[in-house]
């Protein structure tokens, strides 16, 4: 069978080529084409188009990059068209996949649509529940929640597993081999983001907020996809970059990280955590908390706090995303053991809710299914 994969940042070339790996150990024959990044590649994919040149984010970022994203759409069409696949396979980056699942609709009917890891639409644009579930002729959720969410509007979705929780267990099997030394315990992990606009727009903040504490080393994770040198001018001496996120995050003392999949992944290593977010003229947005129900269907911004249905971790965003108030809430993670062990209990119960379901087997199984039907 063909197939053709659409991952448009690090985190979905990360889970697409998981389940690649997953569709190849049922169909030893699949061929995989699509877009994405080196670790789609590395599995075997022919790609058309490098995610780098496609991981715009905010409508700045679009418009400025306008016409690599009219490039990227003609791309994608040709190579949809060229290769008639049978199943096409959606990973998150829903402004873009959205389109390319409509094109495919009208074009190639014969097609079978998936999303793996579907748009957050419990959280902002509810509206896209319609397209997605008219578009797709299977939804494959990540999130234990989400199935019960498409039910009440009368849609499918299946839960087949969290992948990061999948990473997460795979990183501490290598650390039960003993491939990997402890790193010093007295650390600040740094996550800064995986795209360039964000890391260059966060990283300054966190990083002063970090430097209030000399005490403790201070280590910034870099992005797949992001060169050494974009991180150079951003950094002292005594500062360093390390591409071993999750071996750094496990044993640091508290990390500050950029909201995002990143968040779940630091509660599942169980590192205690702030989280930042920057959104363009803050300021004037700064009111976002008040008027947060006309814009956003859920309380909170972060994974960690939705799935748990509560505040687990502050979240710095807007015009609360300054040093300050990072730096404080740092102080308490370092300092307050009863609230840092709240944290950490409050993580557990994340774990349990999100079960151990391998997700890539799961979804490569539910694909490979409903195309053999």
Same mark, same amino acid.
């Given at each position: 069978?063909?197939?053709?994969?659409?991952?448009?940042?690090?985190?979905?070339?990360?889970?697409?080529?998981?389940?690649?790996?997953?569709?190849?150990?049922?169909?030893?024959?699949?061929?995989?084409?699509?877009?994405?990044?080196?670790?789609?590649?590395?599995?075997?994919?022919?790609?058309?188009?490098?995610?780098?040149?496609?991981?715009?984010?905010?409508?700045?970022?679009?418009?400025?990059?306008?016409?690599?994203?009219?490039?990227?759409?003609?791309?994608?069409?040709?190579?949809?068209?060229?290769?008639?696949?049978?199943?096409?396979?959606?990973?998150?980056?829903?402004?873009?996949?959205?389109?390319?699942?409509?094109?495919?609709?009208?074009?190639?009917?014969?097609?079978?649509?998936?999303?793996?890891?579907?748009?957050?639409? /419990?959280? /902002?644009?509810?509206?896209?529940?319609?397209?997605?579930?008219?578009?797709?002729?299977?939804?494959?959720?990540?999130?234990?929640?989400?199935?019960?969410?498409?039910?009440?509007?009368?849609?499918?979705?299946?839960?087949?597993?969290?992948?990061?929780?999948?990473?997460?267990?795979?990183?501490?099997?290598?650390?039960?081999?003993?491939?990997?030394?402890?790193?010093?315990?007295?650390?600040?992990?740094?996550?800064?983001?995986?795209?360039?606009?964000?890391?260059?727009?966060?990283?300054?903040?966190?990083?002063?907020?970090?430097?209030?504490?000399?005490?403790?080393?201070?280590?910034?994770?870099?992005?797949?996809?992001?060169?050494?040198?974009?991180?150079?001018?951003?950094?002292?001496?005594?500062?360093? =970059?390390?591409?071993?996120?999750?071996?750094?995050?496990?044993?640091?003392?508290?990390?500050?990280?950029?909201?995002?999949?990143?968040?779940?992944?630091?509660?599942?290593?169980?590192?205690?955590?702030?989280?930042?977010?920057?959104?363009?003229?803050?300021?004037?947005?700064?009111?976002?908390? /008040?008027?947060?129900?006309?814009?956003?269907?859920?309380?909170?911004?972060? =994974?960690?706090?939705?799935?748990?249905?509560?505040?687990?971790?502050?979240?710095?965003?807007?015009?609360?995303?300054?040093?300050?108030?990072?730096?404080?809430?740092?102080?308490?993670?370092?300092?307050?053991?009863?609230?840092?062990?709240?944290?950490?209990?409050?993580?557990?119960?994340?774990?349990?809710?999100?079960?151990?379901?391998?997700?890539?087997?799961?979804?490569?199984?539910?694909?490979?299914?409903?195309?053999?039907?």
């Amino acid at each position: 069978m063909r197939y053709f994969l659409i991952a448009g940042e690090a985190s979905g070339d990360k889970h697409a080529a998981a389940l690649m790996v997953e569709l190849k150990r049922r169909d030893p024959e699949a061929v995989f084409t699509g877009l994405g990044g080196d670790q789609m590649a590395s599995a075997g994919c022919h790609l058309y188009q490098d995610y780098r040149h496609m991981a715009f984010m905010g409508f700045a970022a679009v418009l400025q990059n306008r016409h690599q994203v009219r490039e990227n759409f003609l791309i994608a069409r040709k190579a949809l068209l060229n290769d008639r696949p049978d199943a096409l396979i959606l990973i998150d980056y829903p402004s873009f996949n959205l389109r390319m699942a409509a094109y495919c609709k009208k074009h190639l009917p014969q097609t079978k649509i998936y999303y793996y890891i579907p748009p957050k639409v /419990w959280a /902002w644009k509810r509206r896209r529940i319609h397209q997605i579930a008219r578009l797709c002729d299977e939804v494959l959720g990540i999130f234990p929640f989400e199935p019960a969410f498409y039910a009440h509007y009368g849609y499918s979705c299946t839960y087949v597993g969290n992948p990061t929780v999948e990473m997460i267990k795979e990183e501490s099997d290598r650390i039960a081999t003993g491939s990997r030394k402890a790193l010093p315990v007295k650390a600040i992990a740094v996550l800064p983001g995986s795209r360039p606009s964000e890391i260059s727009h966060c990283l300054p903040r966190m990083l002063e907020a970090a430097r209030r504490f000399p005490d403790y080393s201070i280590t910034v994770c870099a992005a797949p996809g992001i060169e050494d040198a974009f991180y150079t001018p951003y950094l002292r001496l005594n500062e360093t =970059l390390t591409r071993d996120t999750y071996g750094v995050v496990r044993t640091a003392a508290a990390a500050i990280v950029n909201s995002g999949t990143a968040t779940l992944e630091t509660a599942l290593l169980g590192c205690p955590q702030v989280a930042v977010y920057h959104l363009a003229c803050s300021r004037l947005i700064g009111l976002i908390r /008040w008027a947060q129900p006309l814009f956003f269907s859920i309380p909170y911004f972060t =994974l960690v706090n939705i799935i748990a249905g509560k505040e687990v971790i502050k979240e710095c965003i807007a015009n609360d995303f300054t040093q300050d108030k990072v730096a404080n809430e740092l102080h308490r993670l370092l300092n307050d053991e009863e609230y840092t062990q709240k944290m950490l209990a409050s993580y557990e119960h994340i774990r349990s809710e999100l079960g151990d379901q391998p997700a890539a087997a799961e979804a490569a199984a539910r694909i490979r299914t409903r195309n053999r039907s």
